[in-house]
């Protein structure tokens, strides 16, 4: 007999491989491959977790509401066109396979999230690659990639693993040009280390001026959440619609329900986070470049650093050398940068041992 088959597309799919967390026979590590909160949760969004552990047994509340209303009121939104996930990446999921499947196409840059290829073979249409200009979307490349068969647009802003952005009239240039069918979504995941720029935004007016743009959110960046899954999406109404017609009734869990809250209205330690890392990222990108490393100027939680084409100096023996010693960088050979590592901001201590230990493998 016959087993059963998957749709087109699936066996397509490589599956997404998260940044290492050990090293066999280290004990202590510096992990430093996945961009999480170098400080870590609020300790008030500790406590709003802990505090729940006896109603584990009560089902959370399906529609989010006491967090889309607190999301509401920190950003200034309308909570009814809020929509939360088991993390943006469950949402980017969702958007895929509502909007997009068998013979349909979905646009996504040279060194985009690789989330978006993969949630677009998940849905069954096909990815479409638009290069890019200086590590950073560009916006014609994208519109010269649109056919009547696109979908959606799939767009990081800023970008991982690039850390680079397109600024707000770009971004109205590439919505006013798509075609009213295509639906753009912004991905804004590292939005909350951005303070004080006029050059960007995460996409809030386009989603209130247009019918066709969705930007998504994280918890698991500057809140520093990512082990209780926890994004959402700014939508028009319909796409709200949509998507709550799609998603699990109980798609998100009530410890992450509470402890993103909590997160949201410790404003302090937001500050806070967001402080050391502007310093960090600044410091970190500073020592490398005195090391003639090529480093993007990046607005997110994390720098990429690009190695000479030396044979004793390459990005995989850096790698190698750094895990050696117990610190975890990312490789990014899957992303089509293999002279590259993502490195995340960490703690003071993380960053300078992991400076002294690369100065270490520069001069041997």
């Not at 998260?18 to 430093?32: H, N, Q, T």
């Not at 500073?286 to 990429?304: A, I, K, Q, W």
């Not at 004793?312 to 590592?341: C, H, N, Q, W």
């Amino acid at each position: 007999m016959c087993p059963p088959v998957p749709r087109p597309g699936i066996m397509e799919i490589e599956p997404y491989v998260g940044g290492e967390s050990a090293v066999p026979g280290i004990d202590r590590v510096i992990k430093l491959a996945s961009n999480e909160g170098a400080l870590g949760p609020s300790p008030k969004a500790v406590a709003a977790y802990q505090a729940l552990a006896g109603d584990l047994h009560r089902y959370p509340d399906g529609g989010c509401t006491e967090l889309r209303a607190g999301l509401a009121r920190a950003y200034g939104l309308d909570a009814g066109r809020i929509v939360c996930g088991a993390g943006s990446d469950e949402l980017l999921g969702l958007l895929a396979k509502a909007y997009a499947g068998p013979g349909d196409e979905v646009i996504c840059s040279e060194h985009g999230f690789l989330m978006y290829p993969l949630a677009t073979l998940a849905a069954g249409a096909t990815p479409v690659v638009a290069a890019e200009r200086n590590l950073a979307a560009d916006v014609d490349e994208i519109l010269a990639k649109v056919t009547d068969k696109t979908r959606i647009v799939f767009i990081a802003n800023p970008n991982n693993p690039t850390g680079t952005h397109l600024p707000p009239n770009a971004m109205k240039r590439l919505r006013d040009n798509l075609p009213g069918t295509v639906l753009l979504v912004i991905d804004a995941a590292y939005a909350e280390f951005i303070t004080g720029r006029d050059d960007y935004s995460p996409g809030v007016e386009l989603v209130e001026s247009t019918d066709n743009t969705v930007m998504t959110r994280s918890f698991s960046k500057i809140f520093a959440l990512g082990s209780v899954r926890l994004g959402w999406a700014f939508c028009p109404e319909n796409v709200a619609d949509v998507l709550n017609r799609v998603r699990n009734p109980f798609n998100v869990s009530a410890p992450a329900q509470v402890a993103g809250l909590a997160a949201l209205e410790d404003a302090d330690f937001l500050e806070r986070s967001r402080r050391h890392n502007t310093t960090w990222r600044a410091w970190t990108t500073e020592r490398l470049r005195e090391r003639g490393l090529r480093v993007t100027d990046s607005l997110g939680n994390f720098v990429l650093v690009r190695f000479p084409d030396e044979p004793e100096r390459t990005a995989a023996k850096a790698d190698a050398f750094l895990k050696a010693k117990g610190i975890i960088v990312r490789r990014m050979a899957g992303y089509g940068l293999p002279e590259s590592l993502r490195v995340s901001i960490g703690t003071e201590d993380e960053m300078t041992a992991f400076i002294d230990t690369l100065k270490e493998f520069l001069d041997q």
